[in-house]
């Protein structure tokens, strides 16, 4: 459900996608949702996009954090 990751640096951008490839802003939404409820704050960007920006003071440590947050709560969307 995840069509592309983009972006430069620390600024990235990730689509979701149905399975015909088109944009799902409705599973974006959900996923944006998912991870704010789990302490992640992000961006919503396009129709179906959702931007991470950490700051640029980020710590290995906030960083993995903010990875493992978004992996459960992509697994949650399966």
Sequence with gaps: FIGDVRGRGLFIGIEFVKPDGSPDGALRDRASMAMFEKG?????????VIRISPPL???????????EIMREALRELK
């Design 40 to 48: 992640l704050l992000n961006l919503d960007g396009g129709e179906a």
């Design 57 to 67: 003071i980020l710590t290995r440590e906030e960083a993995a954090t903010g990875l």
